[in-house]
């Protein structure tokens, strides 16, 4: 025995429009973006084009990926409450730090050499501007590794934070 539904077209059309709408909604899925560089607008904000400080032309680079370096590290306090080069205040015993060329807001890790110890910091101004620093840290992040003045350490790049939704 043999059933027949007679069904409307329009009923039949409606239900096709739903079983192909329900089906394809699994079809786009939310990626990441694989996107290393940093985004349109925040590498052409101002704190990442060209600066002078001191008749000296500094230019920041347009991606850190790959980003390692060693050089000596200070630490600074005393601008608590001074604006950064992205404009926010400066907190002195937060986790950031003030490079002269990585992109703002770029997240790294920097080791001291002589102990070991290590910190994630963002970096989100610039500077040191003295002879031979390679990157200077909030007070803050200067107490995590046991820096107390100078130190040889480590700098490398975690991720860009600029990309991040």
């Known amino acids: 025995m043999r059933t027949t539904i007679n069904l409307p077209l329009a009923s039949i059309t409606g239900i096709l429009i739903l079983l192909i709408a329900f089906l394809s909604s ?8 694989s996107t290393s560089s940093l985004s349109r607008s925040k590498q052409n904000a101002p704190y990442n084009r060209p600066y002078k400080v001191g008749g000296k032309t500094y230019y920041p680079i347009s991606s850190a990926v790959g980003y390692r370096e060693k050089g000596i590290a200070s630490w600074y306090g005393k601008e608590s409450g001074n604006r950064t080069a992205m404009g926010t205040r400066f907190n002195p015993q937060g986790l950031t730090a003030a490079h002269r060329t990585l992109p703002l807001p770029t ?22 501007f003295k002879r031979n620093r390679l990157i200077d840290l909030s007070h803050g992040a200067a107490k995590k590794i046991g820096l107390h003045g100078l130190t040889e350490v480590r700098v490398e790049y975690l991720e860009n934070m600029a990309s991040n939704p």
Do not use: H, Q, W
């Open 26 to 33: 699994g079809c786009s899925i939310p990626t990441k973006s």
């Open 107 to 128: 997240k790294v890790r920097v080791t001291n050499l002589r102990n070991g110890r290590a910190v994630d910091v963002i970096v989100n101004d610039r500077g040191p």
